[in-house]
């Protein structure tokens, strides 16, 4: 168990729908990344957050957008949904907002029918 | 723009054999790399690292060798087990990044490792 929950940790919905993936870091953790992982792409990282604000960015699309609440909570709001945003979804944390190694959630799979 | 590649998407080894698993990069501001195992219906999880400025990294089984003019790494498991039948990703970062950009990793796309007993 590394300590970060994700929730829900299945979603069907259907195109033009909006969904939001829920995260928890490990206790103590600051950092909150999402990767999405789509078949044959590997990890795509999308969004980091360190204590509420945002620091790095990466390929989110627009429809995308996340947020980090003070107990340090993310959620990632996909919306206007395309089949080709089915995928599994990652949320990791880490202590700082540098290059130490990341501890992932079990990942949540969506599905968008 | 694939900045990190793992060409073999699978790999299969007999038990007690050594595993290669390879990875090349194409940024040369990368300079920390780490591996990551996933087992299925799980996250990824750390498993080693290196720094640019040595060569070579070892735990217990596990050892990653980073070449750095070929922007090359490779993880080596000795010997291999069934239990290190997992998708295993390479990743790496700049760390010149990390405090007006944030740190990021960048990942490949994994090769799934078979240990068969």
């Known amino acids: 168990d590394s300590g970060v929950t994700q929730t829900p940790k299945h979603l069907i919905t259907a195109t033009g729908q909006r969904v939001t993936l829920r995260c928890s870091p490990r206790?103590?953790?600051?950092?909150v990344y999402w990767y999405q992982q789509s078949l044959d792409q590997g990890l795509q990282f999308l969004i980091q957050?360190?204590?509420?604000?945002?620091?790095a960015k990466g390929n989110i699309l627009e429809r995308f957008s996340a947020q980090q609440f003070p107990d340090l909570h993310s959620e990632l709001n996909l919306s206007s949904l395309e089949l080709g945003d089915s995928a599994l979804y990652f949320c990791a944390s880490s202590v700082g907002g540098g290059n130490e190694k990341l501890f992932f959630g079990s990942g949540t799979q969506l599905s968008v029918l | 723009d694939q900045q990190v590649k793992q060409n073999s998407p699978s790999l299969s080894v007999q038990e007690g054999r050594i595993s290669i698993l390879n990875c090349d990069y194409t940024n040369s501001m990368f300079d920390y790399f780490l591996w990551y195992k996933k087992y299925p219906a799980e996250g990824p999880t750390f498993l080693i690292s290196?720094?640019?400025?040595?060569d070579k990294n070892e735990d217990g089984r596990f050892t990653v060798f980073l070449n750095k003019s070929a922007k090359h790494l490779s993880l080596h498991i000795v010997p291999s087990q069934p239990g290190d039948s997992a998708v295993y990703f390479c990743a790496a970062s700049d760390s010149s990044l990390i405090y007006n950009q944030g740190g990021k990793l960048i990942f490949g796309q994994g090769t799934e490792l078979s240990v068969k007993p």
């Open positions: 957050y360190y204590n509420g604000e945002e620091r």
């Open positions: 206790s103590g953790d600051l950092s």
């Open positions: 290196i720094s640019s400025i040595k």
